[in-house]
């Protein structure tokens, strides 16, 4: 199993026509609910407020049969307000200033976790003290489990008072991950190296599976002192919303039926793609 934790949320997304609408969304959640529709095995423990969006976010979850459990909370449920230019990128800004998705309990999660497979941890609860140790507990349980550790850095820099902030609170949690994700920026930011190779086989340091998104140039992934390169399809984008989470589903899938890390790259390659050109369920917003 594929068990997740960490940040659930609505996104609200104002489109270049300035459309807007409700997703589900939160890295993390859509990690299960990407490995659910790949015909995995899926978990997810993370938590709402009992609010119109935290009703949307556990209704979604039960049609997707996600095993786990969405909390709810006397907080309200976080948000992010998305925003799409006309080359399908996108920009974000934050509600989760008091909000729910950092009311997580590592006691929960201790029953809830699968005796394998791996534990997939989200980033934005790094933003406060509870979540950070939260994170921390996580990544101590599924290691005495026997299970991965998997990170997606996902550097949301309005969050804290700098990059650097930023970086220091994943710091923990990518020292102790098996599987890591990140785009090149962020790459970038972490070792200061332009080169995505280089970066990817620096984060690894030989002990450690590291997937580096690129876009429209593809993305590399670096495993026991190598790298690979695959490129990316070439696409019309419509919305890079939640493509590199479905990139990092179906790379973590295929790792955990036992696929090689090129097969992985090349899986997660064609899923994020296909995520990219076709637009998520969405629900109006008045």
Do not use: Q, W
């Amino acid at each position: 199993m594929i068990f997740c934790t960490g940040e659930v949320l609505a996104d609200i997304t104002t489109d270049a026509r300035g459309v807007s609408d409700m997703r589900a969304g939160g890295a993390p959640f859509n990690v299960a609910c990407d490995v659910a529709a790949l015909g995995g095995e899926a978990g997810f423990y993370g938590c709402v407020g009992k609010d119109e969006a935290g009703d949307m976010l556990v209704r979604f979850a039960r049609e997707r049969r996600l095993g786990g459990l969405i909390a709810r909370s006397d907080l309200p449920t976080t948000a992010a307000r998305v925003s799409i230019d006309e080359m399908g990128e996108r920009s974000f800004e934050f509600d989760a200033t008091g909000t729910a998705d950092c009311e997580l309990d590592a006691d929960v999660l201790s029953r809830l976790l699968p005796e394998s497979g791996v534990l997939h941890l989200g980033s934005l609860m790094l933003r406060t003290r509870h979540g950070r140790k939260y994170a921390s507990d996580a990544a101590r349980l599924a290691k005495a489990r026997g299970l991965k550790v998997s990170f997606d850095i996902n550097l949301r820099e309005g969050l804290y008072p700098s990059v650097r902030a930023a970086l220091d609170a994943s710091n923990e949690v990518i020292r102790v991950a098996d599987i890591l994700k990140l785009s090149g920026e962020e790459a970038y930011a972490l070792t200061g190296e332009r080169d995505a190779t280089v970066s990817a086989l620096t984060l690894s340091g030989g002990i450690r599976t590291v997937f580096v998104t690129l876009g429209e140039r593809g993305a590399v992934a670096a495993a026991g002192g190598k790298c690979i390169f695959a490129p990316a399809r070439r696409i019309k984008v419509v919305d890079t919303t939640g493509a590199g989470d479905a990139f990092f589903a179906a790379a973590l899938l295929a790792l955990s039926r036992g696929k090689s890390v090129a097969d992985a790259l090349g899986a997660g390659t064609e899923a994020g793609a296909f995520a990219a050109v076709t637009p998520a369920s969405v629900l109006p917003v008045d």
